[in-house]
């Protein structure tokens, strides 16, 4: 990382009525800087919108039973994505800084 910002942990849950939901909505990352890592208990999926990628959790050894990683953001705007899990989905953001 260029500027030394470490990259952004999200931890989701399930709520009471099994919707997967972020610890932080939206996410605010740094342009070319930042990435998101996503982390829960159960598999998910991330999907972002307009095509800008899907990520599939992965099993995780180092705290972490599941995780999924972005890449940086090149652009600076909103980013809306799905968090796909326990057959329910919610759709939370990224926000990009310069």
Do not use: H
């Amino acid at each position: 990382m260029s500027n030394g910002q470490p990259d952004k942990e999200v931890t989701i849950t399930l709520n009471g009525s099994g919707l997967p939901v972020p610890s932080i909505d939206p996410v605010e990352v740094k342009k070319d800087n930042q990435k998101v890592r996503w982390c829960a208990d159960f598999p998910f999926t991330i999907r972002f919108d307009g095509g800008a990628g899907t990520f599939p959790s992965k099993p995780n050894g180092s705290g972490c039973a599941n995780r999924a990683q972005s890449g940086t953001f090149s652009e600076v705007k909103k980013y809306k994505y799905t968090i796909l899990a326990n057959g329910q989905e919610n759709d939370p953001d990224v926000d990009v800084k310069p």
